[in-house]
């Protein structure tokens, strides 16, 4: 009997089901993404990279730094809090809200809530439990939402305030979100180290930043050269131990600022539609809220939105 057919389409069914899971179901997901709007903003997210930062994406990746950083923040969750952001004029129906929300706020601590506002009420509560306070809360004028807080490991440690999704990577070529995690991951390292002469003095010498950092050193993207006639602004303000012998001084090469600049343009903070960030909504809270990490983020003010990981070692 001629197997030859049968073997064919085999081979055909199982070429094809590859390719349509690993090519065209991928393009059909991410491969038409498109810039999007920040919550509740409304501007026009991602933008691309200055020239020179991208110019410190070809350095980053010529370095192999994604092979000990990521730039893909995880998230495990959403939870939210409950926010009183008018009190109103009907003080004490709002009392008796308060008592139904927090039974156990003594009389005092229900009129300190009212002195002033915005207060965090609850926290920590499901979507459903939230909107069901927030709807409790809001009488006699006072009004009351629902903040979406992302929650995971990686936010609790300062690394992001939301998830990264593939909007973030929009207009990154290659993408470079690694996978280890020999160093701190990097989505938001912009936003954490602004400053682009720290990176470049930890490029030159990384435990001089950062004690017991497992990062090796840079020195080859830097040049010694004798100071003419007056020191250099760009050169790096290094200590005793590491600065050269006098009359010389270290310039950083064109390669270590673009890699700098590429570092401080790493941020993924904006709130989305697809990853809802919330922040603090207010300096003055009954409880104390747990650091989102999200420097000059905006706040995700609906309460139906719904929340689904360069060198720096």
């Known amino acids: 009997m001629n ?21 065209l179901t991928p393009q059909i997901q991410i491969g038409r993404l498109d810039q999007t709007n920040t919550v509740p903003a409304g501007v026009t997210y ?3 990279r200055p020239g020179l930062a991208r110019e410190g994406l070809q350095v980053y990746r010529a370095n192999g730094c994604a092979y000990c950083h990521s730039q893909q923040v995880g998230q495990t969750g959403t939870m939210c809090d409950v ?16 008592r139904k929300v927090r039974p156990s706020l ?6 300190n809530l009212l002195a002033s506002v915005p207060k965090t009420i ?6 459903e439990s939230a909107d069901s306070a927030a709807k409790t809360l809001s009488v006699g004028g006072a009004k009351a939402i629902a903040w979406i807080r992302p929650v995971g490991a990686d936010i609790a440690r300062g690394w992001g305030n939301r998830r990264s999704v593939a909007e973030d990577f929009l207009y990154d070529f290659p993408v ?13 390292v912009g936003l954490r180290l602004p400053d682009a002469k720290w990176h470049l003095l930890h490029l030159y010498a990384p435990r001089n930043q950062v004690r017991d950092s497992a990062m090796p050193t840079y020195r080859f993207l830097f040049a010694k050269r004798r100071i003419e006639r007056s020191p250099s602004p760009e050169a790096l303000a290094l200590p005793a131990g590491l600065a050269p012998e006098r009359g010389y001084e270290i310039l950083p090469k064109r390669e270590a600022v673009a890699l700098a600049s590429y570092l401080t343009s790493l941020g993924s903070s904006a709130p989305l539609f697809v990853a809802p960030v919330s922040v603090a909504a207010a300096a003055n809270t009954t409880t104390n809220a747990p650091e989102t990490n999200a420097p000059g983020g905006a706040a ?14």
């Open 300 to 313: 995700v003010t609906s309460t139906n939105a719904t929340g689904t990981n360069a060198p720096a070692k």
């Open 122 to 127: 609850r926290q920590g509560l499901t979507k």
């Open 176 to 188: 470079m979100p690694g996978s280890q995690r020999i160093g701190p991951d990097l989505a938001n």
């Open 106 to 111: 003594s009389e005092a601590e229900d009129q």
């Open 83 to 98: 926010v009183l952001t008018e009190a109103g004029t009907n003080r004490e129906a709002l009392l008796v809200a308060l």
């Open 3 to 23: 197997y030859g057919p049968l073997l064919f389409l085999a081979a055909f069914f199982a070429l094809a089901s590859s390719w349509l899971g690993l090519v």
């Open 46 to 48: 991602p933008v691309a």
